[in-house]
């Protein structure tokens, strides 16, 4: 069974960085593609950053872009989200996920693995 692990989360003051880690466990073998999401108190779970595990291939959601760094390790079967210049509108509970299709894909839905999550409070 895959297991997925987040870390990292915290409270932190807007313009502040945070590196969230999500190690793999398990079967991973078949793996392709980790993503992050998260999600708002009242709102629905929302796509954040993918990549693929063999090629590095990354994808942002628009709100994130040129803020956040998606990357994979896989001599440490980690994948790491680094967030910068943090802003209230972050706030969130984010999750790890990871899938074994061919290209990324944005759809929770098409994620077959999920983590717990690590909760993130931007605020002042």
């Known amino acids: 069974q895959v297991r997925l692990v987040e870390s990292g989360g915290g409270s932190v003051q807007p313009g502040d960085s945070l590196r969230l880690s999500c190690v793999i466990s398990?079967?991973?073998?078949?793996?392709?593609?980790m993503g992050w999401f998260r999600q708002a108190p009242g709102k629905s779970r929302e796509y954040v950053a993918a990549?693929?595990?063999?090629?590095?291939?990354?994808h942002y959601a628009d709100g994130v872009s040129g803020r956040f760094t998606i990357s994979r390790d896989k001599t440490r079967d980690t994948v790491t989200l680094q967030m910068d210049n943090l802003k209230p509108e972050d706030t969130a509970m984010y999750y790890c996920?990871?899938?074994?299709?061919?290209?990324?894909?944005?759809?929770?839905?098409?994620?077959?693995?999920w983590g717990q999550g690590t909760q993130v409070t931007v605020a002042s």
């Open positions: 996920a990871a899938n074994q299709r061919t290209y990324i894909m944005t759809q929770q839905d098409t994620y077959d693995y």
């Open positions: 398990g079967p991973t073998l078949r793996l392709t593609v």
């Open positions: 990549i693929t595990w063999r090629d590095g291939e990354t």
